[in-house]
């Protein structure tokens, strides 16, 4: 989750976050290139009385700066590129969840193998135990296995909602009418938080979104005995 | 006794070709800071995670610490 005077991300829990983090900082190194050199410029440019009136072209010029933001895009592009395909490989998931964005909680429905589908409503604040994060807590976590690739089905039943879970680097429109594909895969086990990203009404931000990963055979567990609640 | 005449004209362009290669060779400077200091450093701290993570034992630690709800602490 973030942290009081967070600038960068939250860690990676997955691997394409892992990605996107190290793009993150190529791209931040173009751009503090970029800035250097303009605000040099423009310091030098405005402490001086000098000017010249009298240049009205210059082809060498132009070609440099024609040529050198072109090759800058390029390295850009590149690294982008190369992520945005490796986010739609074929991953060939284990397990298929269903998020489905409601006024104004999540519910989840793991239907593989048994129907076990249950909702996720925020808890209150002063529902809260010590320890736990405020507007990030639900009563029900999704729970999924670590270190296995899981595909989530988003769509919403309402209104336009967002299932977006910052350490793991998904973020997918919850769309009604219409079934978005997402995949990630949890490097490690831990609980992730996640809020709505997309305004949906009074509420918009008090249906959080909580990852639970953990082994296998404990999600084996917990899934036979939600099913045993249900 | 007479003083040299002083330049008149192309002042602005003797700045210009003082000041460009400094500001290039700043920003070149600053973008070799941010990939040394933070980028590589970055991707290290990442690598070095990982290299000996031993993800049954940090379930283990973090499920006795209670902040699972699908698996609760043993107590051992």
Known sequence: MAHPTQLGFQDAASPVMEELLHFHDHALMIVFLISTLVLYIIIAMVSTKLTNKYILDSQEIEIVWTILPAVILVLIALPSLRILYLMDEINDPHLTIKAMGHQWYWSYEYTDYENLGFDSYMVPTQDLAPGQFRLLETDHRMVVPMESPVRILVSAEDVLHSWAVPSLGVKMDAVPGRLNQTAFIASRPGVFYGQCSEICGANHSFMPIVVEAVPLEHFENWSSLMLEDA | ?76
């Open chain 2, 1 to 76: 006794m007479s003083l040299p005449k002083p330049a008149m004209r192309g002042l602005l362009a003797k700045r210009l070709r003082f000041h460009l290669p400094i500001a290039f060779g700043l920003s070149l400077i600053a973008a070799a800071a941010f990939k040394f200091g933070v980028t590589e450093p970055r991707k290290k701290a990442y690598a070095d995670f990982y290299k000996h993570y031993d993800s049954m034992k940090e379930f283990s630690a973090m499920k006795e610490a209670g902040i699972f709800e699908s698996v609760r602490p043993t107590g051992k």
